[in-house]
C-alpha cells in the first residue's frame, strides 16, 4: 500500500516571501500521479498543482512550483510570492497510474496548515 | 459549468442512528468517490462507483454503503453510527476520458455523532 508523509505540521511565512512545503511517498509502482490540494476553511479541497511520474520536468502554475525528486520518492511544493490567500491546509496526494478497481483513489497525506503573516 | 455540490452541509446524530449524506458530480463527470476526513488528519478514501457499481473500497466496514444514479449522483449511507464516525465527508467527481482524470471535489459535509 502507498503512504505520503507531510512532516511539517504547521509552516508560516511572511507575505510575499517563498516557503516550501515537503512531502515524501513510499510505492512500489513506477507509475503514479503526485498532487497537492489546498483546503481553505471552506473546507473545499482545491487542486493546485499536479505531476506525473513519468515527466521529469518540474510543474509550474503560476506562483507554485515543485520539486519532484522520484528516485528519492519527494514531492516538495514551493510558493512564491506568498498572499494572505494562500493560507489554508496543503494536503499532498498520490495517485496509481494503473487502471481497475478504485483507480481514481487518492492517498493523503496528514497536511501541513500555512499561516501567511502580513 | 456547475461544480460538486453536496448536502446537507451539517449534520447532527445520535450513536445508532443511520444517515445518508448527497452528492451532485460536477457536469460531465461519471465517477464518484467518497473520503472522509477526521479533525486534523487527510482525507481518507471510503469507497468510489463508477456506473452505478462500486468500483473500488478503502477499509471501511460494510455498514458504509453507497449508490451512484443514472444522472451520476450519488449517496453515502452509513448504518449503526459511532461516535468515530463523526468526520468531514468529501465527495469527489472525475470522468474517466482525459489525463489524470483530475478530482473535483464538493465542500463537504460535517457529520457530527453524539
Known amino acids: 500500500a502507498q503512504t505520503v508523509t507531510q512532516s511539517q505540521p504547521e509552516m508560516s511565512v511572511q507575505e510575499a516571501e517563498t516557503v516550501t512545503l515537503s512531502c515524501t511517498y513510499d510505492t512500489s509502482e513506477s507509475d503514479y500521479y503526485l498532487f497537492w490540494y489546498k483546503q481553505p476553511p471552506s473546507r473545499q479541497m482545491i487542486l493546485v498543482i499536479r505531476?506525473?511520474?513519468?515527466?521529469?520536468q518540474n510543474a509550474t502554475e503560476n506562483r507554485f512550483s515543485v520539486n519532484f525528486q522520484k528516485a528519492a520518492k519527494s514531492f516538495s511544493l514551493k510558493i512564491s510570492d506568498s498572499q494572505l490567500g494562500d493560507a489554508a491546509m496543503y494536503f499532498c496526494a498520490y495517485r496509481s497510474a494503473l487502471g481497475g478497481a478504485g483507480s481514481y483513489q487518492l492517498t493523503f497525506g496528514k497536511g501541513t496548515k500555512l499561516s501567511v503573516i502580513p | 459549468e456547475t461544480g460538486v455540490t453536496q448536502s446537507p452541509t451539517h449534520l447532527i446524530k445520535t450513536r445508532g442512528q443511520q444517515v445518508t449524506l448527497r452528492c451532485s458530480s460536477q457536469s460531465g463527470h461519471n465517477t464518484v468517490s467518497w473520503y472522509q476526513q477526521a479533525l486534523g488528519q487527510g482525507p481518507q478514501f471510503i469507497f468510489q462507483y463508477y456506473r452505478e457499481e462500486e468500483n473500488g473500497r478503502g477499509n471501511f466496514p460494510p455498514r458504509f454503503s453507497g449508490l451512484q444514479f443514472p444522472n451520476y449522483s450519488s449517496e453515502l449511507n452509513v448504518n449503526a453510527l459511532e461516535l468515530d464516525d463523526s468526520a468531514l465527508y468529501l465527495c469527489a467527481s472525475s470522468r474517466t476520458s482525459g489525463s489524470m482524470h483530475e478530482q473535483f471535489f464538493g465542500p463537504g459535509t460535517r457529520l457530527t455523532v453524539l
Open positions: 505531476q506525473e511520474a513519468y515527466k521529469q
